[in-house]
């Protein structure tokens, strides 16, 4: 595998499940990140890990869990959604993390799941 | 505080049709680093490049140059020869330079080239 995988590609889940979303970085890098992105929306940052630790929350509402094992694997735990959180959440990672002038601060992305809660 | 804009919704082309995708951004920050990204109808967002705001020279790989120009706060995209490969959605991106925890993206363009 290379690159930044992410599994599944697809879920459809109820209100009143609880699923899991994987994210795997193939790439060396010590950052990882979950954005929303939804129809006629900007992508939005959900959370980030640097050094398996994380560092930002942006206002996510807790039915939204992330856990970062180590710094090579990420999952957004879910529980409890909403309609309104059917979505392409996608995962990234990146390099120099928070380095002054890191030698890779892009970030590269993994092809999203789709989730669908009905 | 930071933002990027991408006036241009959705753009449509003819094949063989040169495009310019528009990026104008916002930023208080002396030092900064500016991407563009594509995403496919496949979902995955591709790197295509980055720059940061030291470096102003325009760049060119094969059919695709960019034109940095700090004076207007630009970062604009030249498709040359576009063909129908070229179909995506286009995002433009700023991060701060000494913490790129916080990329922010712009809304997008979406691009079709037509055969």
């Known amino acids: 595998e290379t690159g930044v995988t992410q599994t599944p590609r697809h879920l459809v889940m109820g209100m009143t499940n609880k699923k899991s979303l994987k994210c795997e970085q193939h790439l060396g890098h010590n950052a990882m990140y979950w954005y929303k992105q939804s129809a006629k929306k900007p992508l939005e940052l959900m959370f980030v890990y640097s050094l398996e630790e994380r560092v930002e929350n942006n206002s996510v509402p807790s039915r939204f869990s992330p856990e970062c094992p180590n710094s090579s694997h990420l999952f957004l735990h879910l529980h409890t959604l909403q309609p309104e959180d059917s979505a392409l959440y996608l995962c990234?990672?990146?390099?120099?993390?928070?380095?002054?002038?890191?030698?890779?601060?892009?970030?590269?992305f993994g092809p999203g799941t789709r989730l669908t809660v009905t | 505080a930071q933002k990027v804009t991408q006036a241009q919704t959705e753009i449509s082309v003819v094949e063989k049709e040169d495009v310019t995708l528009d990026c104008v951004y916002e930023t208080r920050d002396t030092t900064y680093y500016l991407f563009w990204y594509k995403q496919p109808p496949s979902g995955e967002l591709v790197f295509l490049i980055r720059r940061n705001s030291f470096d102003e020279q325009n760049e060119i790989s094969g059919r695709y140059s960019w034109n940095f120009q700090k004076s207007t706060s630009s970062f604009n995209f030249t498709i040359t020869a576009s063909q129908v490969v070229d179909s995506a959605v286009y995002f433009c991106?700023?991060?701060?330079?000494?913490?790129?925890?916080?990329?922010?993206f712009g809304a997008g363009t979406r691009l079709t080239v037509k055969p």
């Open positions: 991106a700023l991060s701060d330079y000494y913490n790129n925890n916080d990329m922010r």
């Open positions: 990234a990672s990146s390099q120099g993390q928070g380095l002054a002038g890191g030698p890779e601060p892009e970030q590269y």
